[in-house]
T-cell receptor, first 114, second 111 residues
Framework: NAGVTQTPKFRVLKTGQSMTLLCAQD?????MYWYRQDPGMGLRLIHY???????AKGEVPDGYNVSRLKKQNFLLGLESAAPSQTSVYFC?????????????FGDGTRLSIL | GQNIDQPTEMTATEGAIVQINCTYQ??????LFWYQQHAGEAPTFLSY????GLEEKGRFSSFLSRSKGYSYLLLKELQMKDSASYLC????????????FGTGTRLQVFP
């Protein structure tokens, strides 16, 4: 009964380094999302995908790239990490069948950029 | 523009009732969600409203008025484990299911 799994759970990077965050879901959901959560700012959408092979920009996409090569996986990449990208990152997924389907969230990745 | 407002913090006593308000202004509306988030954990789904009125689920109820751009989450018989943040989120578009989140209301329940 895994649901949405994010790896890694914690990571510390140096400015300029790159890394990829992995999100995997086993619920056969079409839609997947990447959010960041910062104190006092709530959840903000970075990128999302409405199906395998598709991606779209959210509210705060700069400095991030994503890929959805397989339906169950959604990868978030940081090309050149900056201290402003220190945050908690949440992945979520949902069905396509109308907006009464809630998003299911992973446990988050806590990322610190030094 | 898109704007969702919630109080930042609230406190209540165990066994009491608390109402958490949410007002929204969005370019579209296709439903409103409430999520609960305990500190250091993932948000979990509580309720969904798309029509005006009250939806009841055990100790939790959620109300929506589309004409007023207003919702509230009502928590009854408060328990210590209800101490958490409560996030209001609006779905503005049927096409993408994108949610716009408020900043959340941190509720502390005291004995």
């Amino acid at each position: 009964n895994a649901g949405v799994t994010q790896t890694p759970k914690f990571r510390v990077l140096k400015t300029g380094q790159s890394m990829t965050l992995l999100c995997a879901q086993d619920m056969n959901h079409e839609y997947m999302y990447w959010y960041r959560q910062d104190p006092g700012m709530g959840l903000r959408l970075i990128h999302y995908s409405v199906g395998e092979g598709t991606t779209a920009k959210g509210e705060v996409p700069d400095g991030y790239n994503v890929s959805r090569l397989k339906k169950q996986n959604f990868l978030l990449g940081l090309e050149s990490a900056a201290p402003s990208q220190t945050s908690v990152y949440f992945c979520a997924s949902s069905y396509t069948a109308g907006s009464n389907q809630p998003q299911h969230f992973g446990d988050g990745t806590r990322l610190s950029i030094l | 523009g898109q704007n969702i407002d919630q109080p930042t913090e609230m406190t209540a006593t165990e066994g009491a009732i608390v109402q958490i308000n949410c007002t929204y202004q969005t370019s579209g509306f296709n439903g409103l969600f409430w999520y609960q988030q305990h500190a250091g954990e993932a948000p979990t789904f509580l309720s969904y409203n798309v029509l005006d009125g009250l939806e009841e689920k055990g100790r939790f109820s959620s109300f929506l008025s589309r004409s007023k751009g207003y919702s509230y989450l009502l928590l009854k018989e408060l328990q210590m484990k209800d101490s958490a943040s409560y996030l209001c989120a609006v779905s503005g578009s049927r096409r993408s299911d994108k949610l716009i989140f408020g900043t959340g209301t941190r509720l502390q329940v005291f004995p």
